[in-house]
């Protein structure tokens, strides 16, 4: 099992370019590649080289709660499986400056996590969940939805870059299917 398609999420259009819930978005632009606009997936789409092997990437131009319908149809088109998807997004109960890996799970509450199990059919997906924190856990008063829609403050957006670095190091075990060994990786740097 390797990883084929990356999905980054986040909300399309330039008031949302840096708000919290564009984590995904942040980490896909990082890589060396240029993204083109496919109205088939309404999405921009590239492929890249990761460990040599040739990775979809995907930035979904709908808003977040319907990120599935980009997914489900660049899966459905290339027959890319469930487990072959990693999707990056933003995490409220993660705290700024961590990353984590999981397989599947519940949602949790984030739409767009919501949108892609529906379009797949399962839950069974990678998730690389950039930590954004939690307005009560950052002593604010602010709704999540807020929250999520502004920008992180300076404080914040120094861990939430680190966070992502430290994720686009272990691309390279996750698109070889070393799942356990980039998972180590992530989890325990500091």
């Not at 080289?49 to 899966?75: D, H, K, Y």
């Not at 998807?85 to 919501?114: F, Q, R, T, Y």
Request: proline residues 6%; aromatic residues 6%.
């Amino acid at each position: 099992m390797t990883i084929r398609l990356i999905v980054g999420l986040g909300n399309p259009g330039p008031e949302y370019e840096q708000t919290r819930h564009n984590a995904g978005f942040w980490l896909i632009d990082q890589l060396p590649v240029s993204l083109q606009r496919d109205k088939n997936f309404n999405a921009l789409v590239g492929k890249t080289r990761i460990a040599n092997q040739e990775v979809w990437l995907l930035e979904p131009q709908t808003f977040m709660n319907r990120s599935g319908q980009s997914v489900g149809a660049i899966c459905r088109f290339y027959k890319i499986t469930p487990d072959q998807v990693l999707v990056v997004h933003d995490e409220l109960d993660i705290m700024p400056g961590i990353a984590k890996l999981k397989l599947g799970g519940s949602s949790g509450g984030h739409n767009g996590l919501k949108d892609i199990t529906a379009a797949l059919g399962t839950q069974d997906y990678w998730r690389l969940r950039i930590g954004i924190g939690h307005p009560r856990s950052l002593n604010l008063t602010q709704g999540v939805a807020d929250f999520v829609l502004h920008r992180p403050r300076k404080e914040e957006q120094g861990p939430i870059d680190e966070a992502i670095a430290n994720s686009l190091a272990v691309l390279p075990l996750l698109v070889e299917g070393k799942f356990p060994e980039a998972m180590m990786q992530l989890h325990t740097t500091k």
